[in-house]
């Protein structure tokens, strides 16, 4: 079995802000940006997807059941600062946020620049 390095260093050419992010980000993959670098994680372990799924259902079921909002996968990208846009496993939007979810992600207001540093109502 082929022992993993951790700690190795990534020569970052030139940083990014969310805008170019969220147009060059793939699709088909976890991406997130972080201080103005894209990092692209590794695939999940079979444990993490079976937590996933339970918590999933588990959160959205609840909030179905209140009618609180709207639950979302680890597909939405949230911006929290022009150089950082996170994909949580699991987004909690309170129903009267849910608007600020936009065809590329959960904005919150704080768009590229800045602003509402919480788009979410929670995530995890």
Do not use: C, N, W
Request: proline residues 6%; without cysteine.
């Amino acid at each position: 079995m082929k022992r993993m390095k951790f700690g190795t260093r990534v020569e970052v050419a030139e940083r990014m802000t969310a805008e170019e992010f969220l147009e060059l980000a793939p699709e088909d993959r976890k991406a997130e940006l972080i201080d103005g670098v894209m990092i692209m994680p590794s695939p999940a372990l079979d444990i993490h997807e079976r937590l996933f799924g339970f918590l999933f259902r588990l959160i959205s079921e609840y909030v179905e059941m209140y009618d609180l909002g709207e639950v979302r996968g680890s597909r939405t990208p949230v911006v929290l600062a022009s150089d950082q846009v996170y994909e949580p496993d699991i987004l909690f939007v309170a129903r009267e946020r849910v608007g600020l979810i936009t065809e590329r992600g959960g904005d919150g207001g704080a768009g590229p620049g800045g602003g509402d540093p919480v788009p979410g109502d929670g995530g995890i």
